[in-house]
């Protein structure tokens, strides 16, 4: 047999060898995410008065919206941010929970940048990192003053303005309800990554 026809057999020999090494690892991963129930003990929280605006299953984040008598809106997007390596409880990631909240006739915005992790079993908390007051809800020019370090305030007005969120619905019910739903779609998320691999390499052309 030519030498070079050997060698050509041997690299498409290792190359099954190692495409069927890849599928099993996958199937055997997807065997794994489709009988690990990793949530299913977690408080599911509720919406209370908020509504659930957008939810795509391709996207990251969700954004929900709630509008009172008064006309004032409150919307809050959120998304997954970094692991908690120190976490005791079954939620691995924070949230990062954006809070605008918005009068009748103003064109002006409060803006809050929380972030969300579980606290005890079954409950979770939010704290406040920092707090914009902006003119409108463009983007403003990073050289606007927005607001102090958050840290940096009385305690008792960081209490204060923590308190000023719970009462436009921004509590555990919510925040269990954020933790929960993030962390599911985002382990759905990855079990259709998972299962589309699986048929890219089990595809053989």
């Known amino acids: 047999m030519p030498r ?44 209370g008065d908020f509504v659930l605006e957008w939810n795509s299953p391709q996207s990251e984040d969700v954004v929900l919206r ?23 409880g079954k939620f691995p990631r924070e949230v990062l929970m954006k809070v605008i909240v918005r009068k009748r006739g103003l064109r002006s915005i409060l ?6 992790s579980e606290n005890d079993i079954n409950r979770s908390d939010f704290n406040i990192r920092t707090a914009y007051y902006l003119q409108s809800s463009n983007i403003p020019d990073s050289s606007i003053y927005r607001g102090p370090c958050f840290s940096s305030l009385d305690p008792q007005l960081q209490d204060a303005l923590k308190e000023y969120l719970l009462a436009r619905g921004i509590g555990v019910n919510l925040t269990n309800f954020l933790l929960l739903t993030l962390h599911k779609k985002e382990q759905g998320q990855y079990l259709d990554w998972l299962r589309k691999l699986e048929s890219f390499v089990a595809t053989d052309k």
Do not use: P, W
């Open 4 to 47: 070079a026809r050997a060698t050509q057999i041997l690299g498409k020999s290792r190359k099954v060898l190692e495409d069927l090494n890849l599928l099993k690892l996958l199937q055997s991963e997807i065997s794994h995410e489709l009988t690990s129930h990793y949530f299913q003990d977690k408080e599911s929280g509720s919406l």
């Open 66 to 88: 709630r509008k009172s008598e008064s006309g004032e809106e409150i919307a809050v997007s959120a998304l997954l941010g970094q692991e908690i390596y120190d976490s005791e």
């Open 111 to 116: 803006q809050f940048d929380c972030g969300v």
